[in-house]
């Protein structure tokens, strides 16, 4: 017999998904079957693989050893690389990451590798994640950015923070923002609704004026905040959120992203334009009744600008807005095991002139309510 407790990272799911994970190459009929004998209980009780798991639940297996042994599998996991991930907030369910352009936000073939990748690796060499512990629950990224869109990323460190900050930013209770530097000038705040179709073989996508079979309905909101050399600096509010729909959506209106190759202008310009698409994900903004994450509840946070970001805008002579920095929560840039990094009790500037603070300080956050 084998007792199984179940955790934080376990609950919050049925019974039958959580057997699915832990004896991973037993089929179904077989666990509903165990389920059906009282081979498997919950609670010392016969359970049907419905029950929604809570934390200190117990699971029994009366099984031998040797049943566990051959469907409980012990599965190769490829490691990622040592990066530096520069997290803007972190508590017991939920990471802000600052992604950098160049790095997929998820997997988009199984060789790759991705900002989930980095962070599980981040949490198993702190320890607060373990092997095992991996069998019921991965650490997985709450929104995505394209490659080459830098910026806030949410992630799950719990089942609970995965679930509630991917609900959130799915029925956009949670508000997101990014600058973009569009070609020509735009004056007014305003917003546009149209069409977005997605051709899954190029993965590109149309922008259409009016509904169509297979089209989804987009809204994007813009106002400008600085206008220079034939460029304009917006901040985007991003209402509904599907693939490439900022970048495809403002060169659908006559202003394409600065560096954008693939829904971009060709011709050539007067200004030598960035390799990549000029778009950054800066801003998040929590709602106030938050009773499942109430850290969070009301509290706006950014992420600065890249280094590349920052140049182009000051080749233009282009004004960011400084609460990118003044407003900012407090950010801990976490080193992992390959770089030294300056500790203080206090914190202290990196390179960058960045605030860095320690793991004593880091759940401190300013509220910009």
Known sequence: MKLITIGANEAGQRLDKFLNKYLDAAGKGFLYKMLRKKNITLNGKKAEGMEMLHPGDEVRLFLSDETIAKFHTVKQRE????VSLDIIYEDRNILLINKPAGMLSQKARPEDISLCEYLTEDLLRRGELTEEGLRAFRPGVCNRLDRNTSGLVAAGKSLTGLQVMSRLLRERCAGKY???IVSGTIAEKTGHQAWLKKDEKTNQVTILSRPEEGAERI??????????????L???HLLTGKTHQIRAHLAYLGHPLAGDRKYGRNARTAIREPVRQMLHSYELVMP???PELPELAGKNFFAAPPADFRRFADTLGLKLPGKTQQRTCYRREHKLPTG????????EQNSHGNLVHT?????HTRRTD
């Open 79 to 82: 490691t990622a690389p040592a």
């Open 178 to 180: 990014y600058l973009a």
């Open 219 to 232: 809204e994007t909101e813009y106002e400008p905040l600085d206008a220079s050399g034939g460029y304009t």
């Open 234 to 236: 917006l901040r985007v």
């Open 288 to 290: 106030a009744n938050l």
């Open 340 to 347: 030294n990094m300056r500790r203080s009790e206090k914190g």
């Open 359 to 363: 793991r004593a300080s880091r759940l």
